[in-house]
């Protein structure tokens, strides 16, 4: 399988971020170099064989349903690059 | 370069509780051979006031008899920790000026038992790259250099500016996190020893995240009895991240010094790879030799799905990058620019904050999970991530206690030397990237020179959750090649 110009700029919009016209080819002709080099993987019989969702065999432990943290919203804001009375502000959303 | 700098962790942790020198005494020579130091770019943040002001605390407390396992013992973290008041930036851009309110679990553990942080260290940025080219503050410069050469070689990636920091004596140990060889090959790099625990050992909450299922943390030291110190106040576990494995964490350092005899150690015939330099492959045997001059067996073994695990790796890392890094929105912190609405704003910030390499893992991740491609990627590779475990899983069921392979294919090479092809870059951690994909721990002990003065390691590979194996084994390795004769400063 091999990207399209089309397909690196859907890519880079579903990953939000901007890619320049002039940017395009050379983005493809490394993403088509990687794809490439993990086709590979193709060859391997995977027959019957379960995906890998957990390292190591532990069960995940469960705790209390409980707020343990939080009340604190300056520390949250803090690094914010723009907030008001206690809220993060982003561009208009909804008009 | 005062004696104070080329102690080792021990001797210093020992010289500090017998009174011999002051918690302050060590922080200032510290502080003095990091601004000498500048040229390497090993940190990108110095915090002498804070070092100076946690030392003072430390002789107050090793005065009263009251010393935790590392009082005193200045150190130098990776800047992927966030550290409450310091700024901690993964050196990305995007990050920009971000100032953690909370601190990670791991180096909270560290500042518990007594350690005294002497500043932030440089790595690629987000971790992504294998050279420490990456960094958003430029590349760091390995302290070793060619015989008869002046070039700048790179100390190895992703924690390029822990290894050289403890390679250049300018602390006593270091932090480091490992995705795929970002601990081990490093360590190989600079003739230091590096080691990633097994997955869970560590708590990753407040290391900026990576590929969760494959980081790590681990520490860098000169020694592998340091390692092992080091290493226990690293570990244990955190109810904060529900993949830190909660069972006890022995006594490490007790292991360094243990027999191996009668231990049975594999040499996996897979890791023989194509153009593999002659120097390497007499590494490899000579280490095989030392291990079996103490008493322990070899085997040759094999582990057959070994050539799958780099293209594996690099769909599940960019695949989990993707994910973890879609928190960088210009939002809640870090860099924002502006854009004529929301989506505008986010790509715009998105393109200005990550750098070259991160854009590309980025884009790779969205593509291998996006509709219609999710299953001949991502779930083919991990499919192959469960047979790349098998393998380990059949070879220490058959009694293997340890693996020996070379921790790297190569030797340190020049800044700008690779890179003009990614791949390239990536074959790097060939060695080291199955461990990670399997969750074990590995290993990475200096073990000699190359034939232009440039270190080599050997890397051990243990059974999840028996680090003190290698600790044991790495010491013998150790004790046979010699102590690593450090480079003298020339910056």
Request: glycine letters at 10%; aromatic letters at 8%.
């Amino acid at each position: 399988m091999s990207v399209d110009d089309a397909t690196v700029r859907r890519i880079a919009h579903l990953a939000r971020i901007a890619v320049k016209d002039d940017e395009i080819a050379h983005l493809r002709g490394e993403i088509n170099g990687i794809l490439g080099w993990i086709e590979q993987l193709g060859e391997v019989n995977v027959e019957g064989v379960e995906p890998m969702t957990s390292v190591t065999p532990v069960k995940l432990k469960m705790r209390e349903d409980k707020v343990t943290d939080g009340g604190y919203p300056e520390r949250v804001l803090a690094n914010a690059p723009n907030t008001d009375r206690g809220f993060f502000l982003v561009p208009k959303v909804v008009e | 370069m005062t004696s104070l700098t080329t102690l080792t962790l021990a001797e210093a942790r020992d010289g500090l509780r017998g009174k011999k020198f002051a918690a302050r005494e060590i922080a200032d020579a510290h502080i003095a051979a990091i601004e000498k130091a500048r040229a390497l770019n090993a940190f990108v943040l110095e915090t002498p006031d804070r070092a100076r002001e946690m030392a003072a605390a430390s002789d107050a407390r090793l005065a009263k008899g009251e010393g935790g396992p590392l009082e005193g013992v200045p150190l130098g973290i990776k800047d992927l920790f966030a550290t409450e008041g310091v700024r901690t930036t993964a050196c990305s851009k995007i990050l920009g000026n971000f100032v953690p309110t909370y601190e990670s679990t791991v180096t909270s553990q560290l500042w518990r038992d007594g350690a005294v942080l002497l500043g932030k260290l440089n790595n690629d940025e987000f971790a992504m790259g294998s050279s420490n080219e990456t960094s958003c503050f430029g590349p760091v410069q390995n302290p070793w250099r060619r015989r008869g050469s002046n070039a700048p070689l790179v100390p190895g990636g992703s924690s390029g500016g822990s290894a050289t920091a403890v390679a250049a004596h300018l602390c006593l140990g270091a932090t480091g996190t490992d995705t795929g060889g970002s601990i081990r090959q490093p360590a190989a790099f600079t003739g230091t020893v590096g080691i990633k625990p097994t997955y869970g050992r560590c708590s990753r909450w407040g290391v900026v995240a990576f590929a969760s299922s494959l980081d790590q943390a681990g520490p860098f030291t000169r020694t592998v009895q340091d390692a092992a110190i080091l290493l226990r106040s690293m570990s244990g576990h955190d109810p904060k991240d529900s993949t830190s494995v909660d069972i006890a964490v022995p006594d490490f350092e007790a292991a360094v010094g243990r027999s191996i005899k009668g231990r049975k150690i594999g040499i996996p015939k897979e890791y023989r790879v194509p153009n593999m330099p002659a120097e390497i492959e007499t590494l490899w045997s000579q280490g095989a030799e030392w291990l079996k001059a103490a008493g322990a067996e070899l085997v040759e073994i094999s582990l057959p799905h070994t050539k799958y695990a780099l293209p594996a790796y690099y769909i599940v890392a960019p695949a989990e990058a993707s994910s973890n890094l879609a928190r960088y929105d210009g939002v809640r912190y870090g860099l924002r620019e502006d854009g004529r609405d929301v989506i505008d704003m986010y790509e715009k910030t998105r393109a200005e904050g990550f750098g070259p390499e991160v854009r590309r893992r980025v884009l790779i991740g969205t593509y291998v999970l996006s509709a219609g491609y999710y299953d001949a990627y991502y779930l083919q590779a991990q499919k192959v991530r469960t047979l790349i475990k098998r393998d380990f899983e059949e070879v220490f069921a058959k009694g293997v206690d340890a693996i020996l392979t070379p921790a790297t294919p190569s030797a340190a090479f020049a800044i700008g030397e690779k890179g003009a092809d990614p791949l390239e870059m990536y074959l790097n951690d060939i060695f080291t990237v199955t461990v990670n994909m399997a969750g074990l721990p590995g290993i990475s002990v200096p073990a000699g020179l190359d034939e232009n003065g440039l270190p080599l390691g050997l890397q051990l590979i243990g059974r999840p959750f028996d680090e003190e194996t290698l600790f044991a084994t790495g010491a013998v390795i150790e004790r046979a090649a010699g102590r690593m004769k450090l480079p003298d400063p020339w910056w």
